[in-house]
């Protein structure tokens, strides 16, 4: 209780000199009392991610290892892929950690992001009733899977919010050839956990990543009719993460060593290894891929780009 | 500090999965956001309420009306608004706000001044002209008849100040949006409050959890409104 006490005095005092109009930053002052003497101690980093990595409690578990090594806060803001990215562009964080390639290029591409990495993956998989009124059951092909339901009009729930999920989810629907639409496509703009209940009560199908399914799994009674590449299912449902630097030369205030202090230290072997320690009910859930003996290049600069082509 | 007891009473209870000390941060969090932004609501709320309730003016109609449009603001707008103001290309954006609790005091101001303002004008309006007369012919000075008519309408106020802090802490759209909904690693809540944790349980499908959390926001509201009353209580006895 003392620290808490310590941190209200702290805090009254920054609020009491805040209030309302003559604002001046004291959010980095409040947590200067840190013994560590590193140049950035004191500091804090703000991460703006995805719903799949902080509700999996994936950060939670290897952030203080980071923290305690630099002396650091991280301040982890869990908003999806698109908000992400957009409080990145807006300047309100300093490192993005996303699951959508393609936006992510499009970020990279207007200048907002630097230092991209592939971090990790995992894959999705579509998910569905025991019961399986489409019959989808086994099919090793997504985009198959996703026209048997739209033809069966068997009720599909999307996110619906502009998130990594729901983006591929769009993909898949593209790559299929199918436009959902009609009573049976219900698009819900809820995280995937709350899309997973509107599912499971329902008994519709959805596309879910395979981390936030293994930690609802035993609350709901919905089962992977398609599985994704991790078991051996399409490429299509492979759901790899990137982390990017947002550009200090477009936001001058971005904590731009801090963040490339923690995409070092986050792709490195030892906070590698603990990304793929990291279980939930016995199961791995992220899959590190950052630490490779050989080089890919494709990982730094938007996908398919090439300095031959002139592709700017 | 009050809210130590309720807190440590809590995992007693239920056994709620969370880690030592985490939920009393984000009491604390709730407390600490919804009473600052409400104290300087009434700091700014009060005068304009005798202005209104004491003089005559052109456009007062006008004045009131803008006032009860507030009470209905949606909470997202105003968030949306306050993101805009204090995000990096806003016009506070210098002062680094996004994501701490001061951004959170600024949405929730804004929320909880026009409940204030319009309830307490009320309760001030609502003294009867009796009350005010008696005091004048007794020889009461302008401030004099302002005094009694304040201390006849101070029930009146306590139920405005209620409805703002009501407003304020049950509030979960704009927070969440200036906020960031921020625990630390080691599960301390730096911008997490009662109303956003519930929402993160809800979106993670724990409706057991958030149904538990959101029993502790209704307790304390509670709690609140018994020592605001209470205190209400003691001064009529003196």
């Keep these: ?312 | 500090m009050p809210l130590e007891p309720v807190a440590q009473l809590l995992p007693a209870v239920v056994d709620l999965p969370f880690r030592e000390g985490y939920v009393r941060s984000i009491i604390f969090v709730s407390l600490y956001v919804s009473v600052t932004a409400v104290t300087l609501s009434t700091l700014f709320s009060l005068p304009i309420a005798f202005v209104m309730g004491f003089t005559d003016f052109r456009g007062k109609q006008f004045v009131k009306s803008v006032i009860n449009t507030g009470m209905g603001f949606p909470s997202v707008v105003v968030g949306l608004v306050v993101l805009f103001a204090v995000s990096n290309q806003g016009p506070l954006g210098a002062l680094e706000l996004i994501f701490t609790t001061e951004a959170m005091i600024m949405s929730q101001f804004v929320l909880a001044t026009p409940p204030i303002t319009a309830v307490s004008l009320a309760a001030i309006t609502g003294v009867s002209d009796n009350v005010r007369d008696a005091a004048h012919v007794l020889g009461g000075t302008r401030l004099d008849v302002a005094l009694v008519v304040v201390k006849e309408a101070r029930y009146g106020i306590a139920t405005a100040v209620l409805a703002g802090f009501g407003r304020a802490i049950s509030e979960v759209g704009s927070v969440l949006i200036v906020g960031g909904n921020i625990v630390s690693s080691s599960g301390i809540s730096k911008t997490r409050t009662l109303t956003t944790a519930i929402q993160l349980e809800a979106r993670q499908g724990q409706y057991d959890t958030a149904m538990v959390l959101g029993a502790v926001l209704v307790a304390l509201v509670l709690t609140v409104n018994a020592i605001v009353v209470r205190l209400g209580d003691e001064g009529v006895m003196q």
């Design chain 1, 1 to 312: 209780m003392s620290i808490q006490r310590r941190q209200f005095i702290a805090a009254i005092g920054g609020g009491a000199l805040a209030g309302i109009a003559g604002c001046s930053g004291t959010g980095g002052q409040a947590q200067s009392d840190n013994g560590s003497s590193a140049g950035v101690a004191g500091e804090t980093l703000t991460l703006t991610t995805t719903t799949s990595t902080y509700d999996t409690g994936l950060l939670d578990a290897i952030h203080p290892d980071f923290e305690e090594m630099y002396g650091v806060t991280v301040d982890a803001v869990a908003q999806g892929t698109g908000a992400a990215l957009e409080s990145a562009r807006n300047g309100d964080s300093d490192v993005v950690m996303v699951h959508a390639r393609g936006l992510e290029d499009e970020f990279m591409r207007n200048g907002y992001g630097i230092n991209r990495r592939d971090l990790m993956f995992n894959d999705f998989v579509i998910v569905g009733p025991e019961s399986d009124p489409a019959g989808v059951q086994g099919m090793s092909s997504a985009t198959e899977a996703l026209t048997t339901i739209a033809e069966a009009e068997a009720t599909f729930v999307s996110r619906g919010d502009n998130s990594g999920t729901h983006t591929k989810e769009l993909n898949l629907w593209d790559a299929a050839g199918t436009d959902p639409g009609g009573d049976w496509y219900q698009e819900t703009g809820t995280g995937m956990g709350e899309a997973l209940n509107i599912a499971n009560q329902q008994g519709a199908y959805t596309l879910s990543d395979r981390g936030t399914y293994i930690s609802q799994r035993s609350e709901i009674d919905l089962v992977i009719l398609v599985q994704g590449p991790i078991e051996g299912g399409p490429e299509i449902l492979a759901n790899p993460y990137g982390i990017m630097a947002v550009n200090p030369g477009v936001h001058d205030n971005a904590n731009y060593d801090l963040a490339m202090a923690y995409i070092g230290w986050i792709t490195s072997p030892g906070a590698q290894d603990a990304i793929s320690n990291y279980q939930m009910n016995g199961e791995q859930l992220f899959f590190p891929e950052a630490v490779s003996e050989n080089p890919d290049f494709q990982q730094y600069v938007p996908e398919g780009w090439s300095s031959d082509s002139g592709d700017e």
